[in-house]
C-alpha cells in the first residue's frame, strides 16, 4: 500500500501540519513524568491511549488525585469529538472487516478528519481512500509518538525554565484553529474557551467539562437552527 501514490499524496498533506503535531507530542511526554507518572506508566500511555488532548487534560486530575470518575468523564468527553468522526468515516469504512475497522479507530485524528473529508466530502466508498487515510495517519502517528517518547525519557533533563508548557499552548491552540472552518465551529469554540475561563474557580478541573458540555449544547442548537447541506462534513 505504500506504494501507492494516494499512500504518498496523504503522507504529504500531513508533512505541513507534522511540526506542530510533534511539539505538542515532546510537550505531552515531558508534562506525563513530570506529573509524576513513571517511565513505563507514561509510555504505556502513549502508545494505548494516543489522544493528546485526553492526555493533558487527566494529568493534572491524575497529579492532583482526583476521583477516578472526574478522570473518565474528563477523558471521556475531551474525547466525544471522535464518535462524530467515527459516524462520518462509517460512510466509507463500514463495509470493511470488524479487525480493520478498529486498527482504523485506533490510528484516527483530528487532522486526518480534516484531511480526509477535504479530499473526499461525498461521503461514499472508494479504493483510492485506505491508501490515503494510511499515508497521513501514518506520518501523523510518528509525528506524535517520536517527540512524545523522547520526551518522555529526556524529561529529567528538560529544565521547566525552557517555558515547554507555553509552547505545547501555542501548538494545541494552532491544532485546534485549523479545525475551526466555519462559523459554527468557531462559536462553539469561542463558547468553550469562555466557559472554560469562567468556570476555572472549579476544583478538580471541572472548568474543562463545563467548557466541552457548553461547547456540544452550542453545536447543537447551531446544527438545529441552521442545518448544513447534504454532503458536507
Known amino acids: 500500500m505504500w506504494r501507492d501514490p494516494e499512500f504518498k499524496r496523504g503522507?504529504?498533506?500531513?508533512?505541513?501540519?507534522?511540526?506542530?503535531?510533534s511539539a505538542w507530542g515532546l510537550v505531552t511526554g515531558v508534562a506525563m513524568v513530570k506529573s509524576g507518572l513513571s517511565i513505563w506508566l507514561a509510555l504505556l500511555m502513549s502508545f494505548v491511549v494516543?489522544?493528546?488532548?485526553s492526555q493533558l487534560a487527566a494529568l493534572p486530575l491524575i497529579a492532583s488525585g482526583a476521583p477516578l470518575w472526574v478522570l473518565w468523564a474528563t477523558a471521556f468527553c475531551v474525547n466525544l469529538r471522535f464518535v462524530i468522526f467515527s459516524a462520518q468515516w462509517r460512510m466509507y469504512f463500514g463495509h470493511?472487516?470488524?479487525?480493520?475497522?478498529?486498527?482504523?479507530?485506533?490510528?484516527?485524528?483530528?487532522?486526518?478528519?480534516?484531511?480526509?473529508?477535504?479530499?473526499?466530502?461525498?461521503?461514499?466508498?472508494?479504493?483510492?481512500?485506505?491508501?490515503?487515510?494510511?499515508?497521513?495517519v501514518s506520518l501523523n502517528w510518528l509525528a506524535w509518538q517520536v517527540p512524545s517518547v523522547a520526551g518522555i525519557l529526556l524529561a529529567e533533563r528538560v529544565p521547566t525554565e525552557w517555558g515547554l508548557g507555553f509552547a505545547g499552548v501555542l501548538a494545541l491552540l494552532g491544532l485546534a484553529c485549523s479545525l475551526l472552518h466555519d462559523r459554527k465551529s468557531w462559536v462553539s469554540g469561542a463558547v468553550a474557551g469562555c466557559a472554560a475561563v469562567a468556570a476555572y474557580g472549579l476544583p478538580l478541573r471541572l472548568n474543562i467539562l463545563v467548557a466541552i458540555a457548553a461547547a456540544v449544547a452550542m453545536g447543537l442548537l447551531m446544527e438545529h437552527s441552521f442545518p448544513e447541506k447534504r454532503g458536507r462534513p
Not at 503522507?11 to 503535531?21: P, Q, T
Not at 494516543?50 to 488532548?53: I, K, M, V
Request: proline fraction near 9%; glycine fraction near 10%; charged fraction near 20%.
Open 11 to 21: 503522507a504529504r498533506e500531513m508533512a505541513a501540519i507534522s511540526l506542530g503535531i
Open 50 to 53: 494516543f489522544a493528546g488532548s
Open 96 to 136: 470493511l472487516p470488524l479487525l480493520r475497522r478498529m486498527s482504523i479507530g485506533y490510528f484516527a485524528a483530528d487532522l486526518n478528519y480534516v484531511a480526509f473529508l477535504k479530499r473526499w466530502p461525498e461521503g461514499r466508498p472508494a479504493p483510492e481512500q485506505q491508501p490515503y487515510y494510511w499515508g497521513g
